[in-house]
């Protein structure tokens, strides 16, 4: 057998750099370049393009957002076409990043996310703007009655589905493992509900990575991933199974988030101990590394990502 590989970073250390979280959509990094610079048009020709691809235009406008000058170059747009449902929304999901910051108040941005509702009705990315704010904030039931509201307009939402499964995951976290926990029927539930070739599929390795988070903070299992033991049960090695299986056969490369889902599963498949199909998963991922879940529980995520990946691809 293969040695294991080395401890997935250290803890409670800074990323020597940033992660993009643009991912490989270069419109996307394009338009945040010049929605830095003051130049929002290239942000209203990228909206415009993007349609209703609900999930392409949800990871849009939600990495826009966390642009520092994001409100005031939305409130600029605005001034220049008032009643703009884009501009509305980009000004609004940057209420949600300030408010989760605490530097805006909650109720005014709940205020703008229905303003922004309003104006497209069709539209699940407001309600998903509610979602990242309830989720942290909120109470159960608001938490539900917005999820319901982005299934009912996006029913395979991503962006929406892995906000679920890392809020259900913190949920009687106290009781310790428990191989029946909730997310666990959430994520095989939507996986089931969702179509033969949607990404939510992979949502059970998901809900299995969040859980771990919030064991290990909590000190029920070690914070090593690799030597918890959290991976390597008939139930783990079932789901890892079945996701590793799902995506040689998905061919829909083009959806936006999909590389949020390849992390998960290359972090799965380090943590179970099977070099070779990680290896293959980070010759796909490439340098589109994501925070979560390598820095899970309190790691670097960037030394966690490079180091697995060396392991894998055999590169000491």
């Not at 030597?227 to 040689?248: C, I």
Request: overall charge neutral; glycine content about 6%.
């Amino acid at each position: 057998m293969p040695p294991p590989p080395p401890p997935l970073g250290r803890a409670r250390k800074r990323a020597a750099q940033a992660f993009d979280e643009a991912l490989d959509d270069a419109g996307l990094a394009a338009a945040r370049t010049a929605l830095a610079q003051g130049r929002w048009q290239t942000t209203r020709s990228l909206l415009g393009r993007t349609g209703d691809d609900w999930d392409r235009r949800g990871h849009r406008i939600t990495v826009l957002a966390r642009e520092p000058y994001c409100a005031a170059w939305a409130r600029e747009w605005l001034l220049a076409e008032p009643g703009s449902a884009d501009a509305t929304l980009l000004l609004a999901l940057a209420g949600v990043r300030r408010a989760l910051r605490g530097k805006e108040k909650p109720a005014r941005v709940r205020e703008d996310c229905l303003a922004a509702a309003e104006l497209r009705p069709a539209d699940p990315t407001p309600w998903l703007g509610l979602l990242l704010l309830e989720c942290a904030r909120g109470a159960e039931g608001d938490v539900v009655r917005i999820f319901e509201q982005v299934r009912t307009r996006h029913p395979d939402h991503h962006h929406a589905h892995h906000l679920m499964v890392g809020w259900l995951a913190e949920r009687r976290v106290e009781a310790g493992p428990d191989p029946l926990h909730e997310v666990y029927d959430f994520a095989n539930w939507a996986a089931e509900q969702a179509p033969a070739d949607s990404p939510l599929a992979i949502l059970p390795v998901i809900a299995h990575a969040e859980r771990y988070r919030t064991l290990a903070a909590a000190g029920h299992v070690p914070a090593d991933p690799v030597a918890s033991g959290h991976w390597v049960g008939r139930r783990a090695r079932q789901v890892m199974k079945a996701a590793f299986d799902w995506w040689l056969e998905w061919e829909h490369e083009e959806h936006p988030r999909r590389l949020v889902d390849l992390n998960f599963l290359a972090h799965a498949k380090v943590c179970e101990g099977r070099g070779a199909e990680a290896a293959a998963l980070f010759h796909r991922i490439g340098d589109h590394a994501a925070p979560a879940p390598w820095s899970y529980p309190d790691r670097d995520p960037l030394t966690a990502f490079r180091t697995a990946r060396a392991a894998a691809l055999g590169r000491g």
